[in-house]
C-alpha cells in the first residue's frame, strides 16, 4: 500500500463556486490513471471530507489523466466560518489516503 500523494505529482483543491469545492489527482501517466481509475474508491475519498458518498461526484477524465471530485464545502465560501476561502488547504487530506502500489 501506498499513499496516494505518493503516486501522483499533484493534488490540488480549490472552489467550484460558494458552495462546493472540486478536488483534482493529476495522475501523470496513463498507467497511473488506470491503476486508480479501479482502485481509488469514492468512498475513500467521502471518509476523508467526513461526507456521505451520496454528496460527492465523481468524474473520471481519461484523456487528462485526472481524477476528479466534486463536494459541497463544508461552510459556503466567504462566511464567518470558512477558514480556506480558496479551498485550497484540503489537498492534504486526500494525499493521506491508501491505496495499493501500481
Given at each position: 500500500?501506498?499513499?496516494?500523494?505518493?503516486?501522483?505529482?499533484?493534488?490540488?483543491?480549490?472552489?467550484?463556486?460558494?458552495f462546493w469545492l472540486t478536488v483534482d489527482i493529476?495522475?501523470?501517466?496513463?498507467?497511473?490513471?488506470?491503476?486508480?481509475?479501479?482502485?481509488?474508491?469514492?468512498?475513500?475519498?467521502?471518509?476523508a471530507f467526513h461526507q456521505p458518498i451520496a454528496?460527492?461526484?465523481?468524474?473520471?477524465?481519461?484523456?487528462?489523466?485526472?481524477?476528479?471530485?466534486?463536494?459541497?464545502?463544508?461552510?459556503?465560501?466567504?462566511?464567518?466560518?470558512?477558514?480556506?476561502?480558496?479551498?485550497?488547504?484540503?489537498?492534504?487530506?486526500?494525499?493521506?489516503?491508501?491505496?495499493?502500489?501500481?
Amino acid at each position: 500500500m501506498s499513499r496516494l500523494d505518493q503516486i501522483v505529482p499533484k493534488i490540488r483543491t480549490k472552489n467550484a463556486g460558494p458552495f462546493w469545492l472540486t478536488v483534482d489527482i493529476f495522475c501523470g501517466e496513463r498507467r497511473i490513471f488506470d491503476h486508480l481509475k479501479d482502485s481509488l474508491q469514492t468512498d475513500q475519498v467521502a471518509q476523508a471530507f467526513h461526507q456521505p458518498i451520496a454528496a460527492l461526484k465523481r468524474f473520471d477524465i481519461a484523456h487528462l489523466n485526472v481524477i476528479k471530485f466534486s463536494l459541497p464545502r463544508i461552510v459556503v465560501q466567504g462566511s464567518r466560518a470558512d477558514r480556506d476561502m480558496h479551498a485550497s488547504q484540503w489537498a492534504w487530506l486526500v494525499g493521506g489516503i491508501e491505496v495499493p502500489t501500481p
